[in-house]
């Protein structure tokens, strides 16, 4: 029998679907490695080429993030008129398990490992079952290494992703990952993760950490970084921006070939940090801290949300200055979303302040709660002046036109969001 993993595109004309830079779920590489050897696998990605539907496939499938949920269901839909028989997984599907059923014969919620081989079973067996959810979080020394061979010719652009935690200690209100991975910090064996490395880096030698919050454990991040340490790979992933205060993790990091971090900053207003249950962020330290990352090779992507109940107008001009002047190699400004199963989206719902649920404006790109500060508009309209502003070219020049290691990476990565921005229709 063979099944078809299948990921759905992001909106055109949106900023996620018009990047260039783009690399496929590795979820997807997960449930392949666990699924049974009988099984023939294949998979294709939506958003890089345009979905064939005269498939083999016995069994379709499904894995989405919100903005994508609106897709999936339209594939999940024409593949079930030809007869087939559609699954779906997922951030959403697991939040909205019976909205996915009026489009899918069965849902996974939460991990899939463990509940897979038991639906591939149930199916074969002819007994497939609506729902799976396994009984509890698997064990993550019994993870095994992902089924990257699935991503051959499927034209992406980088396909070396690799995950050595789950879970994250905090639980930030607006975040939709504890919900999904729990707050338990889980950690693949150091030996298994370097194992696996040793394989990647015969393929390319920049590898990207899907983790969360890599450096949550240092008793784990200090060896793991250890042994990575002369590889030769050039790294990136997910911290928190007090990263910087433990030296001795931070210069480790950056001698294991660490050249980028997805930084969370959130906020440069300390209550509304307070507000979203970003803990460990101290606003009046973020300057220095960005610094810290620098002189230690690594740059930073950092990620600002925009329409917290703190932010007024004056909020766009005031991040667009402090990211100039922090120098951050690139950054992000997603709007305020209260995606299911957050607990901001339960405050905003008892508050009556949610405006839309039409999932493809669950991009981060576009307004869908009523804000406190300002108006929609101006929210809408502040988020699009502060992408083209950020990434305009004299931006540009005054952040990474100095030499420094990690502009091997952030140079193409400021170009391919000028690009995608420039591409993009005007918000509504």
């Given at each position: 029998m063979k099944i078809l993993f299948l990921s759905p595109g992001w909106?055109?004309?949106?900023?996620?679907?018009?990047?260039?830079?783009?690399?496929?779920?590795?979820?997807?590489?997960?449930?392949?490695?666990?699924?049974?050897?009988?099984w023939e696998v294949a998979f294709h990605d939506d958003a890089i080429r345009q979905t064939p539907f005269d498939t083999d496939a016995d069994l379709i499938a499904l894995t989405a993030m919100t903005a994508q949920a609106t897709r999936a269901y339209q594939l999940a839909d024409a593949f079930r008129a030809q007869g087939k028989t559609v699954v779906m997984g997922g951030f959403h599907a697991s939040n909205l398990p019976d909205e996915a059923l009026q489009h899918v014969d069965s849902v996974v919620v939460g991990e899939g490992e463990l509940a897979w081989p038991q639906l591939l079973a149930d199916f074969q067996a002819g007994r497939l079952q609506r729902s799976y959810r396994a009984d509890g979080l698997i064990d993550t020394?019994?993870?095994?290494?992902?089924?990257?061979?699935?991503?051959?010719?499927?034209?992406?652009?980088?396909?070396?992703?690799?995950?050595?935690?789950?879970?994250?200690?905090?639980?930030?209100?607006?975040?939709s990952v504890t919900a999904f991975y729990g707050r338990k910090y889980r950690k693949r064996p150091v030996?298994?993760?370097?194992?696996?490395?040793?394989?990647?880096?015969?393929?390319?030698?920049?590898?990207?950490?899907?983790?969360?919050?890599?450096?949550?454990?240092?008793?784990?991040?200090?060896p793991l970084f250890a042994g990575m340490k002369g590889m030769g790979i050039k790294w990136l992933s997910h911290a928190p921006i007090d990263f910087a205060e433990d030296q001795e993790l931070l210069k480790a990091a950056g001698e294991s070939g660490c050249v980028g971090m997805f930084v969370g900053f959130e906020s440069l207003n300390q209550e509304s940090l307070a507000a979203m249950g970003k803990v460990t962020n101290r606003a009046d330290s973020f300057k220095a801290y960005a610094q810290q990352f620098r002189d230690h090779g690594i740059g930073i992507l950092g990620s600002f949300v925009m329409g917290c109940d703190g932010d007024t107008p004056a909020v766009f001009e005031q991040t667009l200055r402090f990211c100039e002047d922090a120098r951050l190699e690139?950054?992000?400004?997603?709007?305020?979303?209260?995606?299911?199963?957050?607990?901001v989206r339960r405050r905003l719902e008892a508050e009556g302040?949610?405006?839309?649920?039409?999932?493809?404006?669950?991009?981060?790109?576009?307004?869908?709660?009523?804000?406190?500060?300002?108006?929609?508009?101006?929210?809408q309209d502040g988020?699009?002046?502060?992408?083209?502003?950020?990434?305009?070219?004299g931006s540009i020049w005054r952040r990474i036109g100095k030499l420094h290691r990690s502009v091997q990476v952030f140079g193409p990565m400021n170009i391919g969001f000028r690009s995608a921005i420039r591409r993009k229709r005007p918000s509504l």
């Amino acid at each position: 029998m063979k099944i078809l993993f299948l990921s759905p595109g992001w909106p055109k004309g949106r900023l996620w679907g018009e990047l260039g830079f783009k690399f496929p779920t590795l979820s997807l590489a997960a449930l392949a490695a666990v699924t049974p050897p009988e099984w023939e696998v294949a998979f294709h990605d939506d958003a890089i080429r345009q979905t064939p539907f005269d498939t083999d496939a016995d069994l379709i499938a499904l894995t989405a993030m919100t903005a994508q949920a609106t897709r999936a269901y339209q594939l999940a839909d024409a593949f079930r008129a030809q007869g087939k028989t559609v699954v779906m997984g997922g951030f959403h599907a697991s939040n909205l398990p019976d909205e996915a059923l009026q489009h899918v014969d069965s849902v996974v919620v939460g991990e899939g490992e463990l509940a897979w081989p038991q639906l591939l079973a149930d199916f074969q067996a002819g007994r497939l079952q609506r729902s799976y959810r396994a009984d509890g979080l698997i064990d993550t020394s019994l993870i095994p290494v992902a089924r990257r061979e699935i991503f051959k010719g499927s034209g992406h652009f980088f396909t070396n992703t690799i995950q050595t935690t789950r879970g994250c200690p905090f639980d930030c209100e607006f975040c939709s990952v504890t919900a999904f991975y729990g707050r338990k910090y889980r950690k693949r064996p150091v030996e298994q993760v370097l194992a696996e490395l040793e394989q990647l880096r015969k393929v390319n030698s920049f590898v990207f950490f899907v983790d969360d919050n890599i450096v949550a454990d240092r008793k784990y991040s200090l060896p793991l970084f250890a042994g990575m340490k002369g590889m030769g790979i050039k790294w990136l992933s997910h911290a928190p921006i007090d990263f910087a205060e433990d030296q001795e993790l931070l210069k480790a990091a950056g001698e294991s070939g660490c050249v980028g971090m997805f930084v969370g900053f959130e906020s440069l207003n300390q209550e509304s940090l307070a507000a979203m249950g970003k803990v460990t962020n101290r606003a009046d330290s973020f300057k220095a801290y960005a610094q810290q990352f620098r002189d230690h090779g690594i740059g930073i992507l950092g990620s600002f949300v925009m329409g917290c109940d703190g932010d007024t107008p004056a909020v766009f001009e005031q991040t667009l200055r402090f990211c100039e002047d922090a120098r951050l190699e690139a950054a992000i400004f997603p709007i305020l979303t209260p995606y299911p199963g957050t607990a901001v989206r339960r405050r905003l719902e008892a508050e009556g302040r949610i405006i839309s649920n039409n999932w493809q404006d669950y991009d981060m790109e576009h307004v869908t709660f009523e804000p406190r500060g300002m108006s929609v508009q101006e929210l809408q309209d502040g988020y699009d002046q502060i992408c083209r502003s950020f990434y305009s070219l004299g931006s540009i020049w005054r952040r990474i036109g100095k030499l420094h290691r990690s502009v091997q990476v952030f140079g193409p990565m400021n170009i391919g969001f000028r690009s995608a921005i420039r591409r993009k229709r005007p918000s509504l």
